[in-house]
């Protein structure tokens, strides 16, 4: 995996780093952390002419932060650093045009960017799409979905998808079960998530999965798509699952799969 940090020197962008470091250790892969000193801040500046000073030596002092972080986190995987001058939201798309990445990991202040770079985005911390059905086991993946919220700080949006086109009339009753099983399902991760301390909230939606799950997320500004990776028990869902990774250019944001129930 190739991943760019935009590197702030936030708190927030401290949390992107450890973050990306934990993609990292676990798929193998490269990571270059970015950080944009705007020099144009200073033409005229009225503080005084030790002001373009004090921001150097401040955004100095938080590359050494960054550097630290590495240091002590990244145990030899590959990360480099590169600082920039200028506009930040033009040195970011410079970058992902240069190095292709895979995944992109920013603080909020660079939300705008989402929307208009080539790759996925994940703002740190966002809100991350857990879409679930009548055939979903909300337990059987809490513990890869609070890692999850819990290194990007990010809340849970719980999203119980009921494939209506699939019913006819004279199906109604049927129809009624699975809308049932999938508010229940719902409502128990959303509380399961609640006791580990992960904030979380819910949506109930009705049509062909993989254009709701596009339709949440682009309204909800999510930040992470978790997909069940498949079962033995097939679902619309895990259609739904197939037909987004399929389509790539559809998605705009970053989708990972989670293991399927059985595996654990």
Known sequence: MNILVAYDGTLNAKKAIKYGIQKLSKSGGNMTILQVFDNSLFVDYDA?????????????????????????????????????????????????????????????????????????????????????????????????????????????????????????????????????????SVKELKRTLAAKGIEAFEEIRSGYPDEEILRSAGEHAASLILLQSGSTTPSELSK??????????????PVFLLPPAEAR
Request: aromatic fraction near 4%; hydrophobic fraction near 40%.
């Open 48 to 184: 005084g002419p030790r002001a373009e000073e004090m921001a150097r030596s401040e955004s100095a002092r938080q590359r050494e932060e960054a550097i630290k972080i590495v240091r002590e986190s990244a145990g030899g995987l590959s990360v480099r650093f590169v600082a920039e001058e200028g506009n930040a939201i033009a040195k970011i798309t410079d970058q992902v045009f240069a190095d292709r990445p895979d995944l992109v990991l920013a603080p909020p202040r660079f939300k705008e960017i989402a929307a208009s770079l080539s790759c996925p985005v994940t703002i740190v911390p966002g809100t991350i799409l857990v879409p679930v059905d009548d055939t979903s086991s909300p337990a059987a993946n809490i513990d890869s979905i609070v890692l999850e919220a819990e290194a990007t700080a990010s809340k849970v949006l719980v999203l119980g998808v009921v494939p209506v086109h699939l019913y006819s009339r004279e199906e109604r009753k049927e129809l009624e079960r699975v809308q049932k099983e999938t508010t229940s």
């Open 240 to 253: 739904a699952a197939a037909i987004l990774l399929d389509e790539t250019e559809q998605l705009k944001w």
